[in-house]
């Protein structure tokens, strides 16, 4: 068996996390998250409850690196992206913010939310309150809980927290064991990832068979492996019209192009 990608992230994460404590306490990262801001947070959520004029909602993801890949595109200019995935027609923004193995960063975030009026989603392993305070703060108007790296108070504490600091939260699943737990903590907006996080090997039909297991309240959002139109289509056909697409769209010769040529 290959490595377990997962845990090493997991592992790592744990460590940065004790080190950012010791600079910034949590303390002082909760007060200055519910200190009241003059930017408002944008409706994440909301952007996606219906499909968009074309039928489809893509949430445009800004993506330098992945542990599998490797490098993608290192010198990214996060401003431009975000302006170029809106000129494109994207519904919102996602922003990898892990450092060691997506070579993201909170920066690349703040840049990317400063140079649009799109929601801006932190893509990252959340697996502490802290973070989430830090991802407030930073300007995230939502944040990415993955069900498979969090016990089921975890994710409904941490669900709670994101509605006490008004985030959206898209929760991640990639199994049926996953979607109970989701379930069970009311999560509304759900990411089905098409990517086995732990191999890092990825299938489209993920999203398609899972989907039909989702709550009439809960609105799915397909993730990983989407390479083309063909992809959209498929996905539509079973009920999806909300798309996380990154790999794709920053190898893209035009980005705004081909972002167009996804929308349909």
């Not at 004790?18 to 959520?45: G, H, M, W, Y």
């Not at 302006?83 to 920066?107: C, N, R, W």
């Not at 690349?108 to 392993?125: G, I, Q």
């Amino acid at each position: 068996m290959g490595k377990d990608f997962l845990k090493a992230i997991v592992e790592h994460k744990k460590k940065e996390i004790a080190e950012a404590k010791k600079i910034i306490p949590e303390s002082q990262l909760c007060n200055d998250a519910f200190t009241p801001v003059k930017s408002k947070k944008r409706p994440f959520i909301k952007k996606l409850e219906k499909p968009g004029p074309s039928g489809v909602n893509i949430i445009a993801e800004i993506k330098r690196a992945s542990p599998s890949k490797g490098a993608i595109c290192l010198n990214l200019n996060p401003t431009a992206y975000a302006q170029k995935y809106e000129m494109g027609g994207a519904a919102a923004i996602s922003v990898l913010t892990d450092q060691p193995y997506f070579k993201g960063s909170l920066d690349d975030l703040k840049k990317a939310r400063e140079s649009s009026t799109l929601p801006v989603l932190r893509k990252d392993f959340l697996i502490s309150s802290y973070q989430i305070y830090e991802s407030s703060v930073a300007g995230a108007d939502a944040v990415l809980l993955i069900a498979r790296i969090l016990s089921r108070k975890q994710l409904c504490d941490y669900l709670k927290l994101c509605n006490e600091l008004k985030l959206d939260a898209l929760v991640e699943i990639h199994s049926e064991k996953d979607l109970e737990a989701a379930t069970q903590a009311k999560a509304r907006l759900i990411g089905i990832n098409n990517r086995n996080l732990s191999s890092f090997e990825t299938s489209v039909d993920t999203a398609i068979k899972l989907v039909s297991l989702l709550e009439p309240y809960q609105i799915a959002v397909a993730a990983s492996g989407i390479q083309n139109r063909d992809d959209i289509v498929k996905n539509q056909q079973a009920g999806i019209w909300n798309f996380l697409i990154g790999e794709s769209l920053v190898k893209a010769e035009n980005c705004q192009a081909f972002l167009r040529s996804l929308i349909g």
